[in-house]
């Protein structure tokens, strides 16, 4: 099922996804660094439509391993470290902006570093799982090699093969962030939680299949939340419900 409100369409994954969503407990707002489509307008109108729904409201943006992403991409240690802090001071400021912009009455927006979590006892024994599941779960591993190449596919100039390097730093970067969608109630002590991104991930079928396995949470959902003028895609439309 696609919901449209008057700025965006959301796109629960699942059934239960659509359930969490009407719940309105709590969304959380994933930002890539380096992002165009995560402007300070973006970020604006995104606050807007979150606080119409949800009782609260976080961004939470990728600073961990991002230096080495650059380094791995073919720039020195030096330039890799200076450009992954400007890149992470000018996402932070458009957040910032664009929160202050859309002035939410009554609600509180936390913005946080992915850093911010590291102490977390619950987001330290996720992350402890997801390199677990790294190392001794084959289905899980090559679902996250899908989002490796997803990540890194476009970023690789002339279509040169990954290296094993840049492999490991990717997957560095995913592993940081797979914890919010785990259990972000957890992490956060909220009710329940939609992660949010404007992709559909790879590893979402995986995370949200039944069986044994690395699991997201019960009370953990996932969305595609896009501008209501994008169209969609096949991959968007794949198992949303």
């Not at 309105?24 to 973006?42: Q, T």
């Not at 002339?158 to 919010?180: D, H, K, N, V, W």
Request: with cysteine.
């Amino acid at each position: 099922m696609t919901i449209t409100t008057a700025t965006f369409t959301f796109q629960p994954y699942s059934p239960h996804c659509h359930i969490t969503w009407d719940e309105g407990d709590h969304v959380l707002i994933g930002v890539s660094p380096g992002n165009s489509y995560f402007n300070a307008r973006r970020i604006a109108e995104l606050t807007r439509w979150a606080a119409a729904h949800f009782t609260a409201v976080d961004f939470v943006y990728a600073d961990l391993h991002v230096a080495e992403m650059f380094a791995a991409l073919g720039h020195t240690d030096d330039h890799a470290a200076r450009r992954a802090a400007k890149e992470l001071k000018a996402v932070r400021r458009r957040i910032l902006a664009g929160v202050e912009a859309a002035a939410p009455h009554g609600l509180t927006v936390h913005v946080r570093a992915l850093s911010e979590f590291s102490g977390n006892p619950v987001y330290q024994l996720l992350h402890r799982r997801v390199q677990h599941f790294l190392a001794t779960d084959e289905e899980f591993r090559k679902s996250c090699d899908a989002m490796v190449e997803h990540f890194l596919g476009a970023r690789l100039p002339g279509g040169l093969p990954m290296t094993a390097r840049q492999r490991s730093a990717c997957l560095a970067y995913i592993a940081a962030e797979l914890p919010f969608f785990l259990d972000t109630p957890g992490i956060l002590d909220v009710p329940s939680s939609v992660s949010c991104y404007h992709h559909l991930m790879p590893l979402t079928e995986l995370l949200y299949a039944k069986g044994g396995g690395l699991r997201a949470a019960r009370n953990q959902a996932y969305a595609v939340v896009r501008p209501e003028s994008v169209g969609r895609t096949a991959d968007d439309d794949r198992r949303a419900a």
